[in-house]
């Protein structure tokens, strides 16, 4: 989440008023005169600030903030437990939970999550269900109306009964230990952020926690690694005011002949049926009267965005594993850091799940990193095997524009009947909304969940809708619905339990055989000495379209015709280059027969990772932690020759110095650095935003790795129209004449904002990340945030590079995706595998695990990963015993 009202000055509190509302909020109904509601407000707000000041300050504060700390020594009676289990703790409260059979295992497990990151699961499962603004207040409510529409919460119910028996009462028992601990916890007991609700006027308990609750979270993942969606609509939208070749410029297809696919030629691709490449494209789409619903399914989408924060194609992982015969001890490494928006506590967490003997009833002893509110480890190893995961990015989405007339949508030559449901919204200081979620045979019109919609002007351009066409039908008959495959009830929680308990590569692979949404690119190891890479999930086989576009639905040639079988995704076992590298570049190459997608992400990092490994001679763990702090800018290795073979003026050429002999490293105190991204973001401004300003596709320049394909494709063109920037006064017509002025802008910002001498610019003083509290911390009184929020550090790195920092040059220079983690497995002796998490163990604010592990992060540093039994007793600090609660015993 990104943009969460703050309950303490959301709408609809008595006295409260919006500070910050996300664009699109319904405005609160006012309530008497301006001059009484400014008052109120007033009173409120220092009210707040003094209440909060004082309790702060004294023993009330430190009560409050301290009083959810969980005991993490010592022995507690748990109801549900069949036997003893013991929670060891390391010196950075990372848990290691050891239980004599599954059941016990994960009731522990959701016991412990409760205990660290109770509030986060709360916040997750109100995302999930579309009911935020029954905490937050009106400007959620057009957030939950989109999530209601799309179903998460129904399709997580509906895959609980899916679920391999044994997969259901993990998750059962999971819940009855989260229900345990909230027995005996509430308000300031369980997290702070309760009796911070309660001082903005909310009166709420937490429901009781449900299997769905787990699984419903699978879906906001899947939604925060979609690319298509917005791809889709943007497409269209700029295709209404530009010319064919200014958006195929804006959408360069992936480099084949410079950037290596994972699978590369003559590596198993899967069993597949001889084809030369996947389909052909179909012919470029005609606009017509639809662009108002894509226009407003856009805005639909970064709404959900503006929660779960950044979303699409600029979002990335790493992951690759070498082959012993690259490593000092003649056994594979696996290095592993998603990429993911920061957030304080961070997104994973760390645990290691424990057989007291494993065995066939009992199979688990794995560690690794999870989610707080759901069973099991994501990613990491257990005795036998290890894996990580990157996105895949699949074109697993359509947007269908559906004709409507009434009740009734047109499809293959006759009115269907729209299937209806009503869902009731609850709203934090005001009246419960109810919706009518409307659904065609493609799926959900999610262009109904923003009423503005129907007023948008009829623009933009879909297949078979002519624009003389268009000119006869009103603007209402249109509406887009989506088919998603994340919407599809699968069985991706059944293959996290058995990712944990494989023991092998086949194993493995029926493991991935499950997994339908997200879709990752699955990168494998054991101890036998074998590496491995695995694509699965649900990737549809189109009849017509290759997922670029939004297509219509009334003809239903577009219509999905099954999914690609798990035995024809892209595979490779043991390859001959002796190592895997997945980093968001193609699965497969162009003979590949199926399509998976058009818009893969660039192939930046995953060359400069394959470049690293083959310089690198034999491998250790450092080595590869080394390669995941790389930070050289390959944009900036492109665009260098052409800044200094121009002259700008007489007060940017101190600065220009600066990139001479530069090694394109963008550490922290990196001089050369601050001033070519400030270059960077001032000529991505000059360059495109005359012509993309006001197009409704919002195509988002945000500096990523996208756009340094774009610009390098540009510069090897002097005179291409785009450089031409007819608003700016100094006359820009060529790539030069934009250069100069990029330089000029750039040294001018950079002398205001860090001193007129080049040399003492820093770029860390410019790329700052600052971890907040994605609800409570990202509005408000001062000293809330104070409280739950992390001071800004400095950081290196940046867009695109291994030390993915992400930044939106749009914005600003302020960091906002990173490796959300950082691990690397060693499979000769996995207590010398390294790990990282961004923020610490715990969700509490002042807890000695709350951000312990951030400065670490900072600096590329790792933990000790203790898995054996006794390296976890080595390391262990707190001990913690679990007994079943004695019969009869008042609780």
């Given at each position: ?304 965005d503006r929660v779960l924060g950044p979303r699409g194609s600029g979002i990335g992982s790493n992951s690759w594993v070498v082959a012993g015969s690259r490593t000092t001890t003649g056994k594979p490494l696996l290095a592993n850091d998603p990429h993911l928006s920061p957030s304080m506590p961070g997104v994973w967490y760390q645990v290691g799940l424990h057989c007291t003997t494993a065995g066939a009833s009992c199979p688990y002893d794995v560690s690794g990193f999870g989610f707080a509110g759901m069973p099991g480890v994501i990613v990491g190893h257990n005795a036998d095997i290890g894996w990580g995961v990157t996105n895949l990015a699949p074109a697993d989405t359509d947007l269908f524009v559906e004709k409507i007339s009434g009740s009734t949508y047109a499809y ?135 997922g670029r576009w939004p297509v219509p639905g009334w003809s239903g040639e577009y219509d999905w015709q099954g999914f690609v079988p798990f035995e024809e995704l892209p595979r490779s076992y043991d390859p001959a280059s002796g190592y895997i590298v997945t980093a968001n570049n193609a699965a497969a190459g162009p003979g590949y027969p199926h399509n998976l997608t058009r818009n893969w992400g660039d192939g930046y990092r995953s060359s ?284």
């Amino acid at each position: 989440m990104s943009d969460v009202m703050d309950p303490l000055t959301r709408p609809g509190v008595p006295g409260g008023e919006a500070v910050d509302e996300a664009p699109g909020a319904v405005a609160a109904p006012r309530r008497g005169g301006r001059w009484w509601r400014r008052l109120r407000v007033t009173a409120w707000c220092t009210a707040v600030l003094l209440v909060v000041a004082v309790c702060a300050a004294g023993l009330g504060g430190t009560r409050m903030v301290r009083a959810s700390f969980p005991q993490v020594s010592g022995e507690l009676r748990v109801p549900g437990l069949h036997g003893e289990v013991t929670v060891r703790r390391d010196g950075s409260g990372v848990p290691q939970i050891y239980a004599d059979d599954p059941h016990d295992l994960f009731l522990a497990q959701g016991f412990v999550h409760a205990q660290d990151r109770f509030w986060e699961m709360d916040v997750r499962r109100h995302i999930t269900s579309g009911s935020l603004a029954e905490l937050f207040g009106e400007s959620q409510v057009e957030t939950d109306s989109l999530i209601r529409t799309m179903g998460w919460r129904r399709v997580a119910e509906q895959e609980v009964a899916l679920l391999d028996p044994a997969s259901r009462a993990h998750l059962d028992a999971y819940a009855a230990g989260v229900n345990a601990y909230l027995a005996d916890h509430a308000g300031a007991d369980l997290s702070v952020e309760y009796p911070l609700l309660a001082l903005g006027g909310l009166a709420y308990t937490p429901a009781p926690w449900t299997p769905a609750d787990s699984v419903s979270w699978l879906k906001a993942m899947a939604w925060n690694l979609n690319a298509t969606l917005s791809d889709q609509v943007r497409h269209a939208l700029l295709a209404a005011t530009l010319t064919d070749r200014q958006v195929d410029a804006l959408f360069p297809e992936y480099d084949f002949s410079r950037w290596q696919p994972i699978v590369a030629p003559g590596d198993s691709q899967g069993t597949v049926p001889a084809a030369a490449g996947p389909p052909a494209q179909g012919p470029r789409p005609q606009l017509g009267a639809a662009g108002g619903p894509l226009a407003g399914a856009d805005d639909a989408l970064a709404g959900v965005d503006r929660v779960l924060g950044p979303r699409g194609s600029g979002i990335g992982s790493n992951s690759w594993v070498v082959a012993g015969s690259r490593t000092t001890t003649g056994k594979p490494l696996l290095a592993n850091d998603p990429h993911l928006s920061p957030s304080m506590p961070g997104v994973w967490y760390q645990v290691g799940l424990h057989c007291t003997t494993a065995g066939a009833s009992c199979p688990y002893d794995v560690s690794g990193f999870g989610f707080a509110g759901m069973p099991g480890v994501i990613v990491g190893h257990n005795a036998d095997i290890g894996w990580g995961v990157t996105n895949l990015a699949p074109a697993d989405t359509d947007l269908f524009v559906e004709k409507i007339s009434g009740s009734t949508y047109a499809y293959r030559g006759e009115e269907r009947p729209l299937e209806t449901r009503q869902e009731v919204l609850k709203v934090a200081g005001g009246p419960s909304r109810t919706i009518t979620v409307r659904s065609t045979v493609h799926g959900p019109v999610i262009s109904d969940a923003f009423p503005k919609v129907k007023t948008l002007a009829a623009e933009g351009r879909i297949p078979g809708v002519t624009r003389e066409a268009a000119g006869t039908a009103g603007a209402g008959e249109y509406a887009v619905a989506m088919r998603w495959s994340a919407l599809d009830p699968g069985r991706t929680m059944d293959a996290v339990f058995a990712l944990d308990a494989a023991k092998d590569w086949n194993d493995f692979r029926a493991a991935a055989a499950l997994f339908s949404s997200p879709a990752q690119n699955l990168v494998y190891a054991d101890r036998q000495g074998h590496i491995g890479y695995q694509a699965p999930g649900r990737i549809p086989v189109r009849a017509k379209g290759d997922g670029r576009w939004p297509v219509p639905g009334w003809s239903g040639e577009y219509d999905w015709q099954g999914f690609v079988p798990f035995e024809e995704l892209p595979r490779s076992y043991d390859p001959a280059s002796g190592y895997i590298v997945t980093a968001n570049n193609a699965a497969a190459g162009p003979g590949y027969p199926h399509n998976l997608t058009r818009n893969w992400g660039d192939g930046y990092r995953s060359s400069r990772i394959a470049e690293l490994i083959e310089q690198g001679g034999k491998l250790d763990a450092a080595a590869m932690q080394r390669i995941q702090a790389d930070d050289r800018n390959a944009n900036a290795a492109t665009l260098t020759p052409y800044l200094l073979a121009v002259t700008p003026g007489e007060g940017a050429r101190p600065a220009q110095d600066l990139l001479r002999g530069w090694d394109f490293g963008q550490g922290r105190d990196s001089a050369p650095a601050a001033y070519f991204n400030a270059v960077w973001s001032n000529l991505l401004k000059l360059t495109f935003h005359d012509e993309l300003e006001g197009n409704r596709a919002q195509l988002h320049v945000d500096g990523g790795g996208l756009w340094y394909e774009i610009v390098r494709k540009l510069a090897a063109a002097p005179e291409d129209p785009w450089w031409a920037n007819s608003k700016d006064p100094r006359g820009l017509r060529t790539r030069d004449d934009v250069l100069r002025a990029a330089m000029d802008d750039a040294a001018k910002e950079l002398s205001g904002r860090l001193g007129a001498d080049p040399k003492s610019w820093r770029w860390g003083a410019l790329h700052t990340l600052t971890l907040r509290n994605d609800t409570l911390g990202t509005g408000g009184p001062a000293p809330v945030q104070w409280l739950l929020n992390h001071a800004p550090i400095e950081v290196g790195g940046g867009s695109a590079t291994v030390d993915a920092t992400g930044w939106d040059a749009s914005q600003g220079y302020e960091v906002n995706w990173v490796p959300s983690m950082r691990m690397v497995v060693d499979f000769a002796d996995f207590d010398a595998s390294r790990w990282i998490n961004l923020t610490g163990a715990s969700g509490h604010a002042f807890n000695d695990h709350y951000d312990d592990q951030t400065e670490l992060w900072r600096r590329g540093e790792t933990l000790p990963w203790p898995s054996t039994r006794s390296a976890v007793t080595t390391a262990t600090k707190d001990r913690l015993t679990l007994r079943p609660e004695r019969a009869g015993a008042d609780r």
